[in-house]
């Protein structure tokens, strides 16, 4: 006999088995499938998460810049924030987040930020400073460890 063959003694056994053999496979395959979907479904997951922190991170720094540059500019009041919401609306129709009222919350962010970054560099070790964001409102919360 060569090496690789094998010998059949009952067609029926190795028909059988061969059956037996394929329904194992087959089970297997689906739980490795299994394996590999849920693998690469978290691994989209979690890169999407990643993104969308970076996306916030961004626009966390466009929205303190802009009220950075609001509040170096302060002087020019209400109408300069009126006509700036005017122009960015027409510079970026499909963008949102430019209304007078969001810009005039950029720049309180800025302001607020300062604040807390000042007092924190002041502050003992063992303060922590927390932003609460609240509707129509900014509290600033000290709490000890």
Same mark, same amino acid.
């Given at each position: 006999?060569?090496?690789g063959?094998? &010998? &059949?003694?009952?067609?029926?056994?190795?028909?059988?088995?061969?059956?037996?053999?394929m329904?194992?496979?087959i089970?297997?395959?689906?739980?490795?499938?299994?394996?590999?979907?849920?693998?690469?479904?978290?691994? &989209?997951?979690?890169?999407?998460? #990643?993104?969308f922190?970076?996306?916030?991170r961004? =626009?966390?720094?466009?929205?303190?810049?802009?009220?950075?540059?609001?509040?170096?500019n302060?002087?020019y009041? #209400?109408?300069?924030?009126?006509?700036?919401?005017?122009d =960015?609306? =027409?510079?970026?129709p499909?963008?949102?987040?430019?209304?007078?009222?969001?810009?005039w919350?950029m720049?309180?962010?800025?302001? &607020?930020?300062?604040?807390l970054?000042?007092v924190?560099?002041?502050?003992?070790?063992?303060?922590?400073?927390? =932003?609460?964001? #609240?509707?129509?409102?900014?509290t600033?919360?000290?709490?000890? #460890?």
């Open positions: 006999m060569k090496k063959e094998n &010998i &059949i003694l009952n067609p029926k056994d190795v028909r059988g088995n061969e059956v037996s053999n329904k194992k496979l089970r297997a395959s689906k739980r490795e499938y299994r394996k590999i979907l849920n693998s690469i479904i978290s691994y &989209i997951e979690q890169s999407k998460l #990643k993104a922190a970076e996306v916030n961004v =626009l966390l720094q466009v929205y303190w810049n802009i009220g950075k540059r609001l509040s170096e302060a002087s009041g #209400k109408a300069v924030v009126e006509k700036l919401s005017q =960015l609306r =027409l510079k970026y499909d963008a949102r987040g430019y209304s007078e009222r969001n810009l919350n720049k309180r962010f800025y302001e &607020i930020w300062q604040k970054q000042t924190s560099a002041e502050s003992l070790l063992f303060e922590r400073y927390v =932003l609460v964001d #609240k509707p129509k409102a900014v600033v919360l000290n709490s000890r #460890k």
